[in-house]
Structures are given as C-alpha cells and as structure tokens.
C-alpha cells in the first residue's frame, strides 16, 4: 500500500517508516525539519519538506492517493506551547486539518499520534480510560484534544475513516535529549557523560513509559483495525521519575552520580498511566517490551 506519514523524520515517525518499509509499504515522508533529521530515513523513501499547515499538504495528499497517512508532525513541547500558543495551535490544529482534508479528498485513512497530555491532572494513581475526563492544562495537550475532536466530528461529516492512538510517555532509540526531549533520553545523554540527573520536582511524580517499538505495532494495527475508535497506548505502569533515574544508574553500571532536583515545569502533571484494555481488544495490542528491558537494550546500544 502507498503510505504517508507527516513527521517521518522524527523520533516515532522514522521508526514508524522503517518498520513500514519493511512490511513491503511504498512510505512518503512529510516533515519540516523542525526536529527531525532526514538521514534517519530509509534509502528511497521520499521526502516532502513541508509545513504539515501549509495548504501543499493537502494539496500532495490528494495527489498521491495514500491508502492511510499516519500523522505524527506536530509541536511536541508542553513548555513551547506556553510560550508560543498560536504556534502549537498552528502545528497541531491547522496541520491536522489540512491533513484531514488531504484525506478525505484522497480517500485515505488517518491514523492520528494523540497524548495522554489531553486529559491533564487525575486523580490519585488511577488508570486513565478514553472516557476519563479531558482536562488538558497547557496548550499542547488542547491543541491535540482540538485536533481529535475534529477528526471525530469528519468521520460524521464526510465519513472518513480514522483511528486515533494516544500515547504515554514513549521512549526509545533515536530520541534526543534536544529542547523539551523525554526524560529517559535526557538521563542517558548525563549518564554518558558521567554527570548527575537532573530532576524537575521532588521526582515523586510517575508516568507510564512505553517503547517506542510498541508505538510502531500499534500504529501498523491500526492499518487493518480500529476504524472510527480512539485507543490508550500505554502500559498501565506508573514508574516514578526518582525510581527511573535509580533503574537507569543500576542497569547503566555507572553508580550514583548524584541528582539535581530543579524547581518543577508548570503544567507537569503528578501521575499519568494509562489502562489500553480498549487497544486490546479493538486493535488487538498489547505492550510487549518491559521498561527494563527497553532500557537494557537502550543501555546496551549506547556501548558504556
Ligand atoms: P519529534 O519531535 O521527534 O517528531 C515530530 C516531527 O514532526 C519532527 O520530525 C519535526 O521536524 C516534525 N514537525 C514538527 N512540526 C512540524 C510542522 N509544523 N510541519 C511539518 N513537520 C513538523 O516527536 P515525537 O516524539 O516523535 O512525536 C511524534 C508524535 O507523537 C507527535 O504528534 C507527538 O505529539 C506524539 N506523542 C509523542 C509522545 C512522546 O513521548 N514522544 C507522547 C505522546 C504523543
């Protein structure tokens, strides 16, 4: 099948290509650059330089008639969106619009990276289900909330075929410790360098931390399964930031080497975890990689 997906230099998005080139897919990629790198692309996959809100993005939708867009192609920072509003807004709403619209031209089916960043604070350490309550606090997780409602309210309008995937916190081979970059990214670049982590907060806070490898099965599922739903990506493990950073120092072999606790972020919510029961039985998904493991061969590949 020809496939689309927007950010496809980025972190999730280049594994996500990889993975469907290997599945025999002809895969295009769409992405600014903003953040993604294209020497991560496989040889022959094509690269449109594009902002995913410029009209073009239609435009090439449209023409090349993918069976399926996977769009991933957004302003990912919770502090960005702070400081910039209309900037998140423009990425993340306008973007996807245009790509929903490409879809709907094209025929095609929209398989969207949502975050478990749109339901905000929850109470206590309870699992977060897709009927939890949406109380997103920055600009971020509302621009994404804005996004998904529109793709829902176009299945009524046009019946266009879509799945909606929201993740937890996804780590993994290829991410960066660059501007607001996962925290597991950003212990591994201060354990390589023999420096203390840092830690905004007390560190008391959790989240569920789930391979970037499994993002991807979920994401190729979604190909065959999942029309019209919206699905948790995530373990339902909640892992508390001070534990993460004693697991990566006992597995990295490195021994302490100290912490700095930093004053928290605005927004940083206290624990996020979020139940995929719904993933399983509508996609058929289920987390298969261990945070553990993950990070072992995390560990592993950085060669210590
Ligand atoms: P990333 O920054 O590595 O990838 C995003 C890609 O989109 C980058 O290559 C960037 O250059 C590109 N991009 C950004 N703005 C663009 C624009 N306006 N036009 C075209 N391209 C643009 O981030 P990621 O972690 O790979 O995230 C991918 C998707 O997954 C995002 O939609 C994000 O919201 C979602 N997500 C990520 C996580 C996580 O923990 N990493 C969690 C939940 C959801």
Known sequence: MRVIVT???????????????GEGHETIAIDNLSMGDAGRLPAGVKLYKLQVEAPETTEWISRLRPGAVFHLAAQVGMGSSLQAPSED?????IGTLRVLEG????GSKLVFSSTSGVYGESKGKRLLKETSPKLPFAPYGLSKWTAEEYIRKSGDWWGGSYTILRYANVYGPGQTARGEGGV?????????DGLPLVIHGDGEQSRDFVHVDDIVKANLAALERGDGEVCNIGTGVATSVNRLADCCE???????????YEPSRNGDVRCSRLSSARAESILGWKPSIPLELGLSRLLGGMNL
């Open 184 to 192: 597991v990214a950003c212990f591994m670049a201060r354990i390589r």
């Open 7 to 21: 950010g496809g230099a980025g972190f999730i998005g280049s594994r996500l290509v990889h993975a469907l080139v």
């Open 250 to 260: 006992r597995l990295s072999g490195s021994g302490s080497l100290g912490r700095i």
């Open 89 to 93: 807004g423009l990425s993340n709403v």
């Open 103 to 106: 879809c709907r031209q094209a």
